[in-house]
């Protein structure tokens, strides 16, 4: 019978053969799918690999530091933490449209990852976490028949341009699959069993033009959220939870003064592969004891509303 230990021998194995004694690079993300082919490859090949974590500065609270940490300190893998928040962020200021906000990102993605890979001297392979999903959606995506609702930045194209062979240890592997795999290879359950998180991040968490200071609202109203859930006993019965920030102020009432703050609105959904999705049907104390925390504790929300849409029509993110 087919067991995780024995894909991890075989894909070990089959890494070892394609990739000899070259050098292998890896883009790091902080999610599930590439830190799980990092340590697979770094399993396989040890300092043959150096991992890029491209930090653009729209990642979740406290998650940059987490993966420095784990994968630096707690794996010694070879890793460059490029910190290129600034770059992102500037690129960024003013664009209130969902694609050119895709686009921007991807394209300083792809320009920040050449411009590290060249520091470190090139290599022959680049390794992505693709898997299967990604091998069917990138030949339709979400709207079928060559509408592209989103535009999906997962580097794409970065391997012709960057003259590189391929290594993707995890393209025939499902979503639990790959994290059945990252628990066979240690990882820490939390870690492992974390929901998906898009490629551009937060921005597109941010409706309208992206700011510092949003994005710095919508971290830390994110944090709470996700700890009520979790806390609540529900994280691993959901897809994905998130806050999205409206650019929206609303008028409200603290004390005895008045306020005229953000619009944050929570969004959580049960899916099986991201295509379909339905609103998560949390309790209404549950919902009112979140909001409540997130007045309280985050400065400049005053208001918080949640998605009852299920995809189709919505999509699950917001842009
Ligand atoms: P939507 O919003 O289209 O999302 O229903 C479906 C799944 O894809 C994720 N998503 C992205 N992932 N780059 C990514 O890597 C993107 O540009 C992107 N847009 C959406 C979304 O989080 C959900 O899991």
Redesign the pocket.
């Known amino acids: 019978t087919w067991t995780m230990a024995a894909f991890r021998s075989q894909a070990i194995a089959e890494i070892r053969q394609k990739v000899g004694s070259s050098r292998v690079i890896c883009g790091l993300s902080g999610g599930v799918d590439s830190s799980v082919a990092a340590v697979l490859l770094h399993e396989a090949i040890g300092d043959q690999l150096t991992c890029i974590f491209v930090d653009h500065g729209l990642l979740r609270l406290g998650e940059a530091e987490q993966v420095v940490s784990m994968f630096r300190d707690h794996y010694n893998i070879p890793l460059v933490h490029a910190e290129v928040q600034d770059t992102f962020l500037d690129a960024l200021e003013g664009e209130t449209d969902p694609e050119k906000k ?1 686009k921007t990102i991807g394209r300083l993605f792809i320009e920040t990852f050449e411009a590290e890979a060249e520091k470190l001297g090139g290599a022959d392979f680049l390794a992505q976490g693709t898997l299967y999903p990604d091998v069917i959606e990138s030949v339709s995506f ?1 709207g079928g028949p060559s509408v592209t ?6 580097v794409g194209g970065l391997p012709e341009r960057m003259n590189m062979k391929l290594v993707e240890p995890l393209r025939e592997l499902f979503k639990d699959e790959v994290r059945e795999l990252g628990r066979e290879l240690g990882l820490p359950d939390q870690f492992v069993g974390r929901h ?5 991040g937060l921005a ?1 968490r941010c409706p309208g033009a992206v700011t510092r200071e949003k994005l710095d609202i919508l971290r830390q109203a994110d944090a709470i959220f996700i700890d009520e859930i979790r806390k609540a006993g529900l994280y691993d019965a959901i ?2 939870a998130f806050a999205v920030l409206l650019p929206v102020q609303t008028v409200g009432v603290m004390g005895d003064g008045r306020t005229y703050e953000f619009v944050l609105a929570l969004r959580a959904v049960t ?1 099986v592969d ?2 379909t ?1 339905d609103f998560y049907a949390f309790d209404m104390e549950f919902l009112g004891n979140a909001a409540t925390r997130i007045i309280n504790e985050v400065k400049g929300v005053n208001r918080v509303v949640y998605d009852v849409t299920s ?1 189709p029509p919505g ?3 917001w842009e």
């Open positions: 895709r979400t609702i989103k535009s999906h930045h997962n998906p998180f898009p490629g551009p597109i897809w994905q899916s991201g295509m999705a995809k999509t699950i993110e």
